[in-house]
């Protein structure tokens, strides 16, 4: 019997580093015999098997505005991470193994489901700094193992949770080492991109959102400029690889702002014939330098370069730099370490991995800092280290930048090769054994729902939890020292709870809904297991089965 792998992904046609990754991944066990393979595309749509070639079973989780269920998924934004269809193509495909490598809050809620006892749980969190919060931790021990994009991640979560957790290996992201290749044109490159061929280049490729230091690396790169011999100086640019409009930095701003703003160049895409070219930052939409329609526009996520085109573009660099107060993996950096590119990075969370193993330059911590929204330690970069080692680079001869490269290049062959990170999967995936005699059981595991009439007055929370967790909790695999329980121990002392800005009553009656609520939930997945006729039909659960009536939603 095959084994059956549910890999639930951001979607495998989004070139995204968490889509590069689950696509390189899913290509691979798809072409297993060994091996029954599905995705569950928390941003796929109905009719993307056809339009992506897409060869396995195939899960979409998301609707169109004019689907009669739009206005629900738009209910919790957690719907976008696949929420409200989890379980039930948990109950369509029962996997063996549900496979994640994405976000802590993008995944958490599998760990809760009510059929979690019928599969084994693979995760792959970003841990990009640290501490990690406790609720995270507390779905990480939850899983049955453990995967990290880098060492600094593994070391991070081994630490917190006092080795406890089920570690398996380090399985960074690797690079198509036949895409991303040193190309000896590059001065033709510089040409096509209508870049000086000449031209030095320190380039960044970073998604525009707060964590990325853009205004910190403009200023950084006006300090480089002053301490250039002026002829040097007048053939290097900035080139930032990035999108705008997104949810992060105003361009408009920061290059308004700058005295070397028209030494700070852009990727454009034109949307009229397809050229693509660096130019100083002309907003978001502005004239194409070959067809001259003003069609071109950065290029973002959802419309990003091909990978041949991409490679073309940090070609052109001559060092690539990443600056960013933390990150969970920093994908381009391993790229731009295969095209043969100097890296500099920071010597912070995952961008440690990248100085050990690639040996790329390390620029100094300058400031450490709590993060309000996520409680982590984040940090500044050493302005001053910066601007040193930048400089330095940019003031040796090419042979010795080259040279330089040819080891990078060499480093990212050795660390960073897709055919060893697959096959580092597949060894766990085949020791772990199938749950499919347990997904087949025909007697229905039923609890009954918790008698408030029948539970004593208890001023101590503890005791009432505990009494619980005997009668019925354990049954639900909470554990009693779950983040869940201790939390619910801990507003029933205080009697209240605060969310959203909001303060309201947190009562016994509260914490015994919140069970009996947990147990409907394993009731009816019970119910629906061993008798799946009673499921209500589903479009997208008919599309991933091949059934022809499935709207087009």
Known sequence: MKKKILVCSEATKIPSGFGVYNKRLLEALHKNPNYEVAEFATYGFIGDKEQFNIPWKYYPNAVQKDHPKFNEHNSSPENQFGRWRFDRVLLDFKPDIVIDIRDYWMSYFQGNSPLRRYFKWFLMPTVDSSPQKEEWLDTYLNADLVFTYSDWGREVLAKQTSNTIKFAETVSPGVNLNEFKIENNKEDIKRALALDPEAI????????????????????????????????????????????????????????????GNKIYFTYVCKNCGAVFASPFGDSLQPCYKCGQKAAMMPNVSNGLDTSVLAKVINAFSIYIQYAICEGFGMPQIEAAACGVPVVTVDYSAMIDVINKLEATSIKVGSYFKELETSAIRVYPCETDTINKIVDLINIPNVMRNKIGLKTRELAEQHYNWENIIQTWIKYIDETPSTQEMWNSKTPLLLEKIDKSKIPNHNNAYELAYILYQTHLQKLNINIDSYWLLRSVQLLQKGFVFERNETRPFTIDNFIDTINGIIDNHNVAEMARVNPSILVEEDYINYANGIKNASKN
């Open 201 to 260: 280049v320190l380039g960044t490729i970073m998604r525009n959102q707060k964590r990325k230091l853009y205004p910190e690396l403009i200023r950084a790169f006006e300090k480089i400029i002053d301490r250039l011999d002026p002829k040097i100086a007048e053939k290097t640019i900035l080139y930032l690889h990035t999108s705008y409009p997104d949810a992060g930095w105003d361009f408009i701003d920061l290059i308004k702002n700058s005295k070397v």
